[in-house]
């Protein structure tokens, strides 16, 4: 059973327009939800993260929001650049299991 | 950069074949996981170490197995290799805490096996 679900699989969005990224969970004892970057041949870097205490985080031009009735979460991306061109992963964690489910990853395409 | 290393970069195996990854962890953190990652999916959990026990495993059978060092590296052994290893072998470390902790990837390992 997948444990977060995630779409869409892939995305293209023109430079400066809004990208949104969801994913669903089952576990309601996720407690911490973070948003991976990956480029080609790199390994995913953290870009921003958001426990079920808060339904909204921004960091810059990329914000968290979190449903924990619906048990969804999503990234949004603004004024999106070429530069994010690059897959993108959720997870979820249990605090007292230090174990991340992820998300099988958007490919996002910004273009110019 | 997250500080966290692994090597080697890449590796081609046969069939039938043992594999050894390593990883070494950023600064200061004292757990390390490993996840497989196959072409076009998200990472999966192999197995965690924490202060040299393993601390959680994934739904990967033994011949997958690991080791965390003193000094808090660690290392990813698979025995007797199968076609469908082919992947790419992520590891992360962090600091343990009471409210879970943030995982810092390595760049990965790409293992190929014929």
């Known amino acids: 059973q997948q444990q977060v679900k995630q779409s869409p699989q892939s995305l293209i969005v023109q430079k400066g327009g809004i990208s949104i990224i969801n994913c669903a969970y089952e576990n309601t004892a996720f407690d911490y939800f973070p948003w991976y970057q990956q480029f080609p041949g790199k390994g995913p870097a953290l870009l921003i993260a958001i426990r079920p205490d808060v339904s909204e985080k921004k960091e810059g031009r990329f914000t968290i929001s979190f449903n924990k009735s619906a048990k969804q979460f999503s990234l949004h991306i603004m004024d999106s650049q070429p530069g994010d061109s690059a897959t993108y992963f959720c997870?979820?964690?249990?605090?007292?299991?230090?174990?991340?489910?992820f998300g099988s990853g958007t490919k996002l395409n910004v273009k110019p | 950069e997250t500080g966290v290393t692994q090597s080697p970069t890449h590796l081609i195996k046969t069939r039938g074949q043992q594999v050894t990854l390593r990883c070494s962890s950023q600064s200061g953190h004292n757990t390390v996981s490993w996840y497989q990652q196959a072409l076009g999916q998200g990472p999966q959990f192999i197995f965690q170490?924490?202060?040299?026990?393993?601390?959680g495993r994934g739904n990967f059978p033994p011949r997958f197995s690991g080791l965390q060092f003193p000094n808090y590296s660690s290392e990813l052994n698979v025995n007797a290799l199968e076609l469908d290893d082919s992947a790419l072998y992520l590891c992360?470390?962090?600091?343990?805490?009471?409210?879970?902790?943030?995982?810092?990837f390595g760049p990965g390992t790409r293992l190929l096996v014929l």
């Open positions: 997870a979820a964690q249990r605090g007292d299991f230090n174990k991340f489910y």
């Open positions: 170490y924490y202060r040299e026990e393993e601390n």
């Open positions: 992360a470390s962090s600091l343990a805490s009471a409210s879970g902790e943030t995982q810092y």
